[in-house]
């Protein structure tokens, strides 16, 4: 598979800090209370344990779950540091966030979904099966002709421009979890009992020193 399919630690870095606001939570009936009118209600009672689907109605089918399941997969498997991107969810979150009434998740619900149905299409149209049923190698080999928006041929464009936000999203809700914290090993929110300064070849990377 091409580099540019999976990321490396490096490019996971930047896509946890480029998403640092994952899902912006409401509460479900006072969202609907204020449908039709300025905001979305009050903020949710964090004191309670809330549910997929419970702020507002879920976007993905059950096939459109498969698929992005199967995709997230490619994208993040698992491995000796951490499990996959399904193992974390993450298609839950992505069904989550498409499925939210704000501007950004609106726009990006207009990519995603239009999205998937190029690559069953294209799953089909090669294999004769949806993306989900097929092996790792035929799923490898379509996401790496939509890897890159610059590369792909004229005919790939729209699912490289798709997959490039898939990606963007999968990765910012995989490093948005504990695990994701723990396998690029950012130790944010951690209390420290004392500081000895940045390490001396982050200075030197930074050219402070």
Aim: net charge neutral.
């Amino acid at each position: 598979m091409q580099d540019e399919t999976r990321m490396d630690r490096r490019q996971a870095i930047k896509w946890m800090l480029a998403a640092s606001a994952t899902l912006s939570m409401l509460d479900a009936r006072s969202f609907s209370a204020v449908a039709g009118k300025t905001g979305y209600g009050t903020d949710p009672n964090l004191m309670e344990v809330y549910k997929p689907g419970d702020f507002w109605p879920l976007t993905f089918s059950r096939q459109q779950h498969r698929t992005v399941t199967a995709l997230c997969d490619v994208i993040l498997p698992a491995d000796e540091k951490s499990p996959s991107a399904s193992g974390l969810k993450v298609p839950d979150f992505l069904d989550e966030w498409v499925s939210a009434p704000y501007v950004r998740q609106q726009a990006d619900r207009k990519e995603i979904l239009p999205g998937l149905d190029w690559i069953e299409k294209e799953a089909s149209r090669r294999f004769r099966k949806g993306f989900a049923d097929l092996d790792q190698s035929q799923q490898q080999q379509i996401c790496d002709d939509i890897c890159s928006v610059e590369k792909a041929p004229a005919a790939m464009k729209q699912g490289a421009r798709f997959f490039t936000k898939f990606r963007l999203l999968a990765m910012g809700g995989f490093y948005s979890t504990p695990q994701g914290f723990k396998d690029i090993q950012y130790l944010g929110n951690t209390p420290l009992t004392k500081f000895d300064g940045p390490p001396e070849e982050v200075l030197k990377y930074l050219k402070l020193t």
